[in-house]
Each structure stands twice: as structure tokens, then as C-alpha cells.
């Protein structure tokens, strides 16, 4: 069946790196785009950053732009999310989720169980 | 950005039909998306495009849209429907993604 899951998240100190991936697993990887959202303690989901099937069309929310990048391994079948200058506002659990085209639009259908992240002193 | 605007909390008591809504100035324009979140676990889709349901989705859950409102419809809900629900739409740039705030759903 369709799995995503996604790893690498650890506590860091503020203004450290951390790279987060989602192994993907039932389904053919290259035909589909992703999305990272996150959802920090007791709050909402958070749109964090997108990419594109062909990787080459990637997205970021404002609030990580030119500090977060996304990517993917096609013969890995993983997906990852690189976070550079870390804040303590970053501090959240981290989600994977597969883009999906419906019948008119496109959507996250399934999402990994999330990986936590922790930035503190 | 646009914004999506849900109620943070809603009680119903079982057996009885819960209506969250979401709205927001560009939903007329634009599908929406409800995911499902229970305590402690990810997300899972639940309606897309306003009014459709995935596979394996009770036939409980229901939405519709009018104008710059959709509304998820939980006919009968049950115990087990306790839970947060999102909506969500993209955004102005549609590779972006918006959520609305959530709402909780209290069944007691």
C-alpha cells in the first residue's frame, strides 16, 4: 500500500542544520509532486514547502524561504526537506504528504506519521 | 495570502449532525479540502474538491460549498469522530497551500 515516512527529526540548537527525508514506498515516486507541512505543538497545519514531479518546480512558504529547501532521489524513492538556520519558531512536528490530482484539482491524499523536530538552547 | 477562517471548537452529542465551517474571501474561486486529525496521529483526507469523498471515508462526512463558505457536514456523528478538522485550499500562488485554524470536535 501507499506509505510515506519520514525521519531525521531531532532536538538542534538555534542556528544549526537538519535534514529531514520521507521514504516513499507503494506507488511510483517519479510521477508525483510532494508537500512538507508541519504543525508545531498544540497548534495548526502549516504549509511549509512543495516539489514538483520533475524537481525542478520547488515552493516555499515565506516564513522558511531562503533557509529551507526541498528535494528529491528518484532511484531513492525519498523525498527531503533541508533546514538551515533553525529557529526556535521551527520547533514543530514535520509531515510528508503526496500531491495527488483528483478530478479537477490537486491535493495531498496520503501523509506520512510526521517526525519531530525541537530547536532549543 | 488568503486566509481560511474556522470556528476553534464545536460540541455536538452523539447521534447529532455537526456542521464545521470554513471560509474566506477567495472560496469561490477555489476547492477546498478537509482533512481529519484524531489526538496524536497525521492527518487523513476526508473530503476533496468542496463536496467528493475518498474511498473508505463513512458516508456520514459530507460537504458543500456556497459562495465564500464551505461546510464539512457530520450526519450521526459518532464518538469516534472526535477529532481536529482543517481545511484547506492553495493559495493565491496555487503551487502554495493555505490552512484554515482548525476546529475541534467535541462528541459527548
Known amino acids: 500500500q501507499v506509505q510515506l515516512v519520514e525521519s531525521g527529526g531531532r532536538v538542534v540548537r538555534p542556528g544549526t542544520s537538519l535534514r529531514l527525508s520521507c521514504e516513499t514506498s507503494g506507488f511510483d515516486f517519479n510521477k508525483y509532486g510532494f508537500q512538507w507541512v508541519r504543525q508545531a505543538p498544540g497548534k495548526g497545519l502549516e504549509w511549509v514547502a512543495g516539489?514538483?514531479?520533475?524537481?525542478?518546480?520547488?515552493y516555499t512558504a515565506d516564513s522558511v524561504t531562503g533557509r529551507f529547501t526541498v528535494s528529491r532521489d528518484g532511484p531513492k524513492n525519498t523525498l527531503f526537506l533541508e533546514m538551515n538556520s533553525l529557529r526556535v519558531e521551527d520547533t514543530a512536528v514535520y509531515y510528508c504528504?503526496?500531491?495527488?490530482?483528483?478530478?479537477?484539482?490537486?491535493?495531498?491524499?496520503?501523509w506520512g506519521q510526521g517526525t519531530t523536530v525541537i530547536v532549543s538552547s | 495570502s488568503h486566509e481560511l477562517t474556522q470556528p476553534p471548537s464545536l460540541s455536538v452529542s452523539p447521534g447529532q449532525t455537526a456542521r464545521i465551517t470554513c471560509s474566506g474571501d477567495a472560496l469561490s474561486k477555489k476547492y477546498v479540502y478537509w482533512y481529519q486529525q484524531r489526538s496524536g496521529q497525521a492527518p487523513v483526507l476526508i473530503i476533496y474538491e468542496d463536496t467528493k469523498r475518498p474511498s473508505g471515508i463513512p458516508e456520514r462526512f459530507s460537504g458543500s460549498s456556497s459562495g465564500t463558505m464551505v461546510t464539512l457536514t457530520i450526519t450521526g456523528a459518532q464518538v469516534d469522530d472526535e477529532a481536529a478538522y482543517f481545511c484547506s485550499s492553495t493559495d493565491n500562488n496555487e503551487n502554495h497551500w493555505v490552512f484554515g485554524g482548525g476546529t475541534t470536535l467535541t462528541v459527548l
Open positions: 504528504a503526496r500531491k495527488f490530482y483528483f478530478e479537477r484539482t490537486y491535493g495531498m491524499d496520503v
Open positions: 516539489i514538483w514531479y520533475d524537481g525542478v518546480h520547488n
